[in-house]
Structure formats: structure tokens, C-alpha cells
């Protein structure tokens, strides 16, 4: 007796606990979901001030200013540039965390892509920095293709803002029933303690090149987040000193088209 009523009370207890924690889960979505309708309002109210903003000043340069005034204004119309897309940059990724981002799969045509993407990238690269675009994969890629296009010019943008000599590898490669895409650089290279912490919002790790070159630390939350609602997954190895390589693995196929039922949320 004594023990039945010893392990009802136990039961008692962990039934109480389970309801603490589910309602804490609740509490924490609940915060998680306000933060980011909160990030959507504030980027959403801020767009049509910044761009009047950009809209005037492009009139101002077209107008007589000596070359002080000129200077001026052309320092404001850089910043409200930059301001627009960090106003962007913060309503893409707080679509993409409220898992709002808009999916369409279709076959994608991965060196015709690629190409595309090495044309754009091309007139971003510093003197003497070159460019290798090679895609030997020899799957199928069904995904969205315009954000997977986003991930990869975001790569590749920086993977151009952080090189100042040497060379940039752009490939696509099977592996496994996956479709990886890398951009390695020969560039300025990331502490390897700070590596993960490039897909934090905000975060601009200092060196040589920065803060002369301007970038709001937005660029790569949001394309893991990206790669995230393709299914996929974006990792960064580096190394200070001798480059960076980001890696955007995948699935050949979206789940729902897989030969075998594949469970959902299994890779
Ligand atoms: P942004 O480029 O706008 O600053 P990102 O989120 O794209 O924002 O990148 C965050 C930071 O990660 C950059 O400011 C830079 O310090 C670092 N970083 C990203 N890509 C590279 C790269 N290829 N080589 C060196 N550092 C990089």
C-alpha cells in the first residue's frame, strides 16, 4: 500500500511536470511568434519612409550642388540604400522564421543556373580574383529555384566582398541521394571559434576588410533559414587567413516526391 501510494504520487508529479513544460513550450511560441510579427511590423512601417527618403535625394543629386553639398548628399543617398536593405533583410528573415517562406518546387536546371549565377557574381569580384564555376552533379534537383538562387548569390557575394586575391570555386556535386552545392574562397577567412556565428543575425566578424565594407549581418540567417525551408542545410568551415567554404546541401527530391514514403522531417 505504502508503495502504490508512493508511486502515485510519482505519477502525480511527472504528470504535473509534463504540464509545465508544454506550458512553457506554449509560452515560448507564443513569444517566439510576437517577436517575429513584431520584426515584420517595424520592417513593414519602416519601407515606405526610407524609400521616400531614397526617392528625394535622387532628385537632390540631379540638382546644381557644389561639390561639398554633392558629397553629402551622396553619403545620404548610400545610407538610406543601406537602410532599404537591411529593412529587406529583416522582413525577408522574419518571413522565413515565422515559416512563411513560399516553396514551389519544380525541376531546376543546376548548370544553366549556375551559370546565371556566375555571370551576376562576376562584375562583384576585386581585381585578380577569379572565379570557377563547375557543376558535375548528376542527379535531378526539384526545388524552388529562386531561393536557392538567393542562397547561393548570397554566397557568393560574400565569398566575392571577402576575397582580395587568389581564386573562388563554385560547384555542384552529388553526394549521397543530395545535391551539394559549395563556394570556397581563397579569401580573408573567419576565426574558427567565430565560424557559427555568422548565421546569427547581426553578427559582422571583424577584420581587415571591415567596416570598411558595409553588409548588414542579415545575409546568412536568412539562408540557413532558406536552406532550412528547402529542406536542406547550409554549414560554414573556415579557417583566418586562408578562406572560407560554404556548403548548401540539398535534397535531390521534396519529400512528397520521393520513390519511397519517406517520413517527413527525415533527410
Ligand atoms: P553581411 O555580409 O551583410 O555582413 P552576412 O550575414 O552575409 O552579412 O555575413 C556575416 C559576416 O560573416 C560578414 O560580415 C563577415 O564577417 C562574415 N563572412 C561571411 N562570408 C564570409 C566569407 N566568405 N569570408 C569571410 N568572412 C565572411
Avoid at 581585381?127 to 558535375?136: I, K
Avoid at 526545388?143 to 573562388?168: H, M, P, Y
Avoid at 542545410?233 to 519511397?260: C, H, I, K, V, Y
Wanted: proline share 5%; hydrophobic share 40%; glycine share 6%.
Amino acid at each position: 500500500d505504502q508503495l502504490s501510494s508512493e508511486l502515485e504520487e510519482t505519477n502525480t508529479g511527472v504528470v504535473a511536470l509534463y504540464a509545465e513544460l508544454d506550458e512553457r513550450g506554449r509560452e515560448l511560441t507564443a513569444a517566439n511568434e510576437a517577436k517575429t510579427r513584431f520584426l515584420r511590423n517595424v520592417s513593414h512601417e519602416l519601407r515606405s519612409p526610407v524609400n521616400s527618403i531614397l526617392g528625394l535625394t535622387s532628385l537632390l543629386v540631379d540638382s546644381h550642388l557644389d561639390a561639398d553639398q554633392a558629397q553629402q548628399v551622396t553619403f545620404l543617398r548610400e545610407s538610406a540604400t543601406t537602410m532599404l536593405q537591411l529593412v529587406d533583410e529583416l522582413l525577408d528573415l522574419a518571413r522565413a522564421e515565422a515559416g512563411h517562406e513560399d516553396v514551389e518546387p519544380a525541376l531546376v536546371d543546376v548548370p544553366r543556373l549556375l551559370d546565371e549565377l556566375h555571370g551576376t557574381t562576376l562584375p562583384l569580384l576585386r581585381p585578380g580574383v577569379t572565379l570557377r564555376t563547375v557543376a558535375t552533379h548528376r542527379l535531378p534537383l526539384v526545388t524552388d529555384r529562386r531561393l536557392v538562387a538567393r542562397v547561393l548569390r548570397n554566397l557568393l557575394a560574400n565569398a566575392a566582398k571577402f576575397t582580395d586575391e587568389g581564386c573562388i570555386e563554385f560547384t555542384a556535386e552529388t553526394e549521397g541521394d543530395l545535391v551539394r552545392f559549395e563556394v570556397r574562397d581563397t579569401g580573408l577567412g573567419i576565426p574558427e571559434e567565430q565560424v557559427e556565428s555568422v548565421f546569427e543575425e547581426f553578427v559582422q566578424v571583424p577584420n581587415r576588410l571591415q567596416p570598411s565594407v558595409r553588409g548588414t549581418g542579415l545575409g546568412l540567417p536568412y539562408a540557413r533559414r532558406a536552406a532550412q525551408a528547402l529542406g536542406g542545410t547550409l554549414e560554414a568551415s573556415s579557417r583566418l587567413g586562408s578562406g572560407s567554404t560554404f556548403t548548401l546541401r540539398l535534397p535531390s527530391l521534396p519529400f512528397d516526391e520521393r520513390p519511397q514514403d519517406a517520413p517527413a522531417g527525415a533527410l
